[in-house]
């Protein structure tokens, strides 16, 4: 009967499921995983919290799944014509990642990347086989965060390897996903690619939609009168983000157009018509974040231009106060510089004839003040 694979803390445990060796006359063991309620979730759980392993290591026949594969079996597996292999590896070790090489041939420098990450979205052309880097990015936390992460994928005829780096969730279900419809997967690698490709990009559309909603109530504060440094600070910061979504994203256009439209030994013709999906994708993605930056420039702009009208209304208040208070302060200073021979100074109505004036004359003041608009 099959077993049921479980990894935890770093140790795989299997059962042994006896089948079909593709070499006639002889059998072989091989581990076998069994869909049991809860199981998926907890192993999803478990892959999390033990970094540096594999994922999932499958073959697959038709686009039917037959076999999970220990990477040890790996070249026993690809001795069958018929079954290409899939693995998801997250955050593999350097004795993993050499071994996955040894097993497939996959060249130095591509292995390179993928063990050191931190690399921009890019194809590399390699003799029967490509080499890709794409960027995974979701939302996390309150505030929200933008998290990014990379996907590293060595595609040739019979396998793709899938590298990750960052966050695990990022790439929840596209096996499922491909698994569901093995019409499509009979294609191979190269529909593999296209699912995983799409299922990225994809990503993007929620979270430009995200940013362009915190624009929008950025856009309310701006015209409703409340200036604070904190609208200056999350204009900022959105800017920043969308900066960081057109570096991730914009360089995955030529990405997909080449893959669309020029021949390509890992991607058979049949599939590549879905490459342009992708491309599409991709530039309206690319047409969401250029919008959403002007709009974001143009908001930061209109914000600094009536926080500078509030400030100059606010000096045009102060002037205003300023010249009808100077009035009775110098009258009052005439006044008052004690000096013997102020006529004013014995009269009987001098006293109240200079209050009558500084009143009069700063009420003449504040209605032409308030009626230029100072006040």
């Known amino acids: 009967m099959p077993g049921l694979s ?19 006359g002889t059998c072989w063991f091989r581990p076998r995983t069994i869909m049991v309620p809860g199981v998926t979730r907890m192993m999803a759980e478990m892959a999390q919290e033990v970094p540096g392993g594999v994922i999932a290591s ?5 686009g039917i799944r037959m076999a999970d594969i220990p990477i040890s079996e790996i070249s026993s597996a690809l001795e069958n014509p018929d079954w290409f292999v899939w693995i998801g590896l997250f955050e593999p070790s350097d004795a993993l990642l050499r071994s996955v090489q040894q097993a497939f041939g996959l060249h130095d420098l591509a292995v390179e990347d993928a063990r050191n990450a931190h690399q921009r979205t890019k194809l590399e052309t ?3 086989s490509i080499f890709l880097v794409l960027r995974t990015v979701r939302l996390v936390g309150e505030p929200r965060k933008l998290e990014f992460g990379e996907t590293h994928v060595f595609v040739g005829k019979r396998y793709l390897v899938s590298v990750r780096h960052g966050s695990l969730r990022s790439h929840l279900g596209v096996r499922a996903r491909c698994e569901a419809t093995p019409t499509l997967l009979a294609h191979g690698p190269g529909f593999v690619l296209h699912t995983l490709m799409d299922f990225i990009v994809d990503q993007y559309f ?18 409703a009168g409340r200036f604070s440094h904190e609208t200056t600070s999350r204009l900022y910061c959105l800017m920043r983000d969308l900066l960081c979504l057109r570096r991730a994203i914009s360089p995955l256009t030529d990405v997909s157009s080449h893959l669309a439209r020029v021949a390509c030994p890992v991607v058979p ?16 993605i690319n047409e969401m974040i250029d919008t959403v930056q002007q709009l974001t420039s143009t908001a930061l ?3 600094l231009a009536l926080a500078s009208v509030a400030q100059n209304e606010d000096t045009k208040r102060l002037a205003a106060w300023a010249a009808i208070l100077a009035v009775p302060t110098m009258i009052a200073g005439i006044y ?3 000096f013997e021979n102020l006529p004013e100074l014995h009269w009987q109505f001098g006293y109240p004839v200079a209050l009558l004036a500084m009143f009069v004359i700063c009420t003449l003041l504040y209605r032409g003040f308030k009626e230029s608009g100072w006040l």
């Open 6 to 24: 479980v990894r935890r803390h770093g140790i795989l445990a299997c059962l042994p499921f006896r089948g079909e060796n593709p070499k006639e």
């Open 58 to 62: 499958r073959a697959y026949k038709n």
């Open 126 to 128: 390699y003799d029967d």
């Open 206 to 223: 929620p979270v430009v939609e995200v940013l362009e909603g915190e624009l929008q109530e950025l856009e309310k504060d701006i015209f």
């Open 269 to 284: 013709a049949a599939t590549r018509p879905y490459f342009q999906d992708v491309n599409d994708h991709v530039l309206r």
């Open 301 to 303: 702009d209109a914000h």
């Open 336 to 338: 008052g510089m004690n």
